[in-house]
């Protein structure tokens, strides 16, 4: 129980202390809770976008389509929209993201070559479609009144169901020990027996789950989903995938589903604090590409680190002895 | 008599000759030689502002029966000059693209003097004073139009701080990029004579999910923001992803929204008073006349005789949605804003000889929506 509260401190120190840094350097505009709730609300759909890239990212495959199965899916989900209301969207979402994902599973089970050839190549195919079915003005904009799950509580609803949805595959499954098994070493899972390629093509179907409803969320929030060409949709899962590297170092002291959560939340703290303190845009992403490497540093280096003080605790009981 | 009669029959046939090698020359003349354009462009992109920009350039083209080659680009640096590289094998005569930046220039400008083909440029100037000077003195150089940006960027900061804005968040293109570099020039040349208190600055928004989240921001972390100006964005959809965010924080009207270059659903935001004014329209003119300079330059009838034809394209001013509709049918539509036989009488100096700088100059001053309207209304 102590180890428990002990690292539940740790992982929440992450934030806060982020948190601490940009209220010492921008108090005024930083110390209003409305910052507070605005970095929450917009830490959601890149948290269910990283737990859609999550399975795949376990079982060691490295996903490029993830934005363009987004844009289709959500491009699905407003024309249905149109058409038959909320249940078109959440509906036509959902199932499109399932049977692109399941098109995507299959093709990497069959085809045989490596998973980001393959994703590469579908991405290019995947943002034509979602360009062809967005039409002539290349995006598509849903009716307020279906957009119901873009703001409090809705929205929040949706993300705590998101995320015991995750906590329960990943931990309470079968499928998840197969999952760790083959991203760990493959040879090794498919000597045991287990049906590697099957699981592989699981994991992109189960995470097409969350693609559906961070489209969902997504047309919800924004009112509109653009299509994207010439790989512009890869943008789109940049920064959940920030969350899932340093949610895997975090893994040690957290579950993955707290933890990609605290990761999003502690980027989104740097880029509205980079706003607030006025920093221009491009400090964002240096800013960013620092701040992983040091986390990363700092805690895959953490027995090092130990290991030293230790050596150190040694050579001054030998001193003070002789 | 018999040698009367030899010398009329040869005056006869000398005579026939020249008349026959008159229709001939005559025949050679109607028409200029059979050409190529190379244009490097994203045809796969479904965006209509993106498709009429394609439209524009092959209507100018065809108007003197030319041929449009593309291939399809992502208009970065490197990939348009694979492009160029690529539409030289393909044996065309002249190549038109968007310059990604200035440092791209020599390169291919000694990529198309190697292959004696012309080049010219749209939507762009060349800002840097060595490669301009470079690019102008090269014979192979036609070109181009570009538009006055920093004076629109400046323009509409003006005309939103006439509308009671003082605070302004704002989102543009890439940085580096020569329009979005002076925009943003423009815009706070334009900030400071109207005392407009610029907070801050977001580049290369490409995803809603993005522009969203920077619009949510700007309102957490600046609560005195009064105005957002979109000084250029490739997100599609993005006046309407900036209005939802703002009427979701009840912000939609007290927060007055500019932008530059038009796009499909202004009209919509206009007549319910929530977006306020936008600068755009030359999306569709700067392409096609920069062909238009291209193709005379490559048919031999070249607008300016000495060094290359610049001609700067006017912003249009939307700022009903009346306006807003026309723009849509008539400049987002199939056809191009001057057909290819207007092209072809007013713009082409293989069949106008009246056509100079001083021409054409008139003849842009007169472009405007209704004019477009006017011309093309069935």
């Not at chain 2, 392409?287 to 006017?314: F, Q």
Request: proline share 3%; net charge negative.
């Amino acid at each position: 129980m102590k180890r428990f509260l002990i690292n539940t401190l740790k992982v929440i120190m992450l934030p806060v202390i982020v948190y601490l840094i940009f209220l010492v350097i921008c108090f005024e505009r930083f110390s209003n809770w409305n910052c507070i709730y605005t970095i929450f609300l917009q830490t959601i759909i890149p948290t269910i976008t990283a737990y859609a890239i999550a399975y795949g990212n376990i079982c060691g495959i490295f996903d490029f389509t993830i934005g363009s199965r987004l844009v289709i899916s959500g491009v699905v989900g407003g024309l249905l929209a149109a058409q038959y209301g909320l249940a078109g969207m959440i509906l036509g979402a959902v199932l499109s993201a399932i049977v692109v994902g399941i098109i995507t599973g299959v093709l990497n089970w069959w085809l045989k070559i490596p998973s980001l050839v393959l994703t590469m190549g579908l991405t290019m195919v995947f943002e034509i479609i979602g360009s062809k079915l967005a039409g002539h003005y290349g995006f598509v904009q849903i009716d307020n009144k279906y957009a119901i799950f873009g703001s409090s509580p809705n929205i929040v609803i949706v993300f705590v169901l998101s995320a015991a949805l995750f906590y329960f595959i990943f931990n309470r499954t079968v499928f998840s020990f197969h999952m760790r098994a083959v991203g760990s070493n493959e040879v090794v899972a498919k000597n045991s027996g287990i049906k590697t390629d099957l699981v592989k093509c699981k994991s992109i179907v189960y995470g097409s789950v969350f693609i559906g409803i961070a489209a969902i969320l997504t047309l919800s929030q924004s009112g509109s989903v653009g299509a994207q060409t010439s790989l512009g949709s890869v943008t789109i899962m940049f920064k959940p995938l920030i969350s899932i590297l340093l949610a895997l170092v975090l893994q040690r002291i957290c579950n993955l589903t707290i933890g990609i959560f605290i990761a999003q939340f502690t980027l989104n703290i740097i880029f509205i604090g980079l706003i607030a303190a006025g920093l221009p845009d491009t400090f964002q992403n240096v800013v960013l590409g620092l701040f992983l490497l040091i986390v990363m540093i700092l805690f895959e280096n953490s027995g090092r680190i130990e290991e030293l003080r230790e050596k150190r605790k040694v050579r001054q009981k030998a001193l003070s002895a002789s | 008599m018999k040698l009367r009669r030899l010398v009329a029959i040869g005056m006869t046939v000398a005579l026939s000759a020249t008349m026959f090698s008159g229709v001939s020359v005559y025949a050679d003349n109607s028409d200029p030689e059979p050409f190529k354009i190379g244009f490097p462009w994203d045809t796969a992109n479904t965006d209509p502002t993106w498709i009429s920009i394609y439209n524009n350039v092959k209507a100018s083209v065809e108007s003197a029966g030319g041929e449009l080659v593309n291939v399809v680009t992502d208009n970065s640096a490197d990939g348009l000059i694979d492009n160029i590289s690529e539409l030289i094998s393909r044996d065309v005569d002249g190549i038109l693209f968007m310059p990604a930046s200035d440092s791209m220039l020599p390169a291919v400008d000694a990529m198309c003097a190697d292959a004696g083909v012309y080049w010219g440029t749209m939507f762009r100037t060349i800002s840097d004073d060595d490669i301009r000077e470079a690019m102008y003195d090269s014979e192979w150089y036609a070109g181009g139009c570009n538009e006055d940006d920093e004076t629109c960027a400046s323009n509409i900061v003006k005309s939103m701080a006439d509308m009671g804005v003082t605070d302004l968040g704002v989102i543009n293109i890439a940085k580096g990029d020569t329009s979005s570099d002076l925009r943003d020039k423009g815009a706070a040349e334009g900030a400071e004579e109207a005392g407009v208190n610029i907070l801050n600055t977001t580049y290369d928004i490409s995803v809603t999910t993005d522009m969203t989240k920077t619009i949510e921001s700007y309102i957490a972390a600046y609560p005195e923001m009064n105005g957002i100006l979109v000084l250029g964005t490739y997100c599609g959809g993005a006046i309407p992803t900036i209005e939802k965010a703002l009427a979701d924080h009840d912000k939609a009207g007290d927060i007055k929204v500019g932008r530059i270059d038009f796009e499909t659903t202004l009209g919509d935001y206009l007549k319910e008073g929530t977006f306020n004014v936008s600068y755009g329209g030359q999306q569709q003119i700067d392409p096609l006349v920069s062909a238009v300079i291209l193709v005379n330059k490559v048919i031999g009838t070249p607008i300016v005789e000495e060094g290359p034809t610049n001609i700067i394209t006017p912003y249009l001013e939307l700022t009903t949605a009346e306006e807003a509709d026309q723009f849509n049918e008539y400049f987002l539509g199939d056809d191009a804003v001057y057909t290819a036989d207007e092209i072809k009488d007013k713009m082409i100096k293989f069949y106008n000889p009246d056509i100079d700088m001083d021409y054409m100059n008139d003849l842009i001053s007169t472009f405007s929506i209704a004019d477009v309207v006017e011309r093309h209304s069935k």
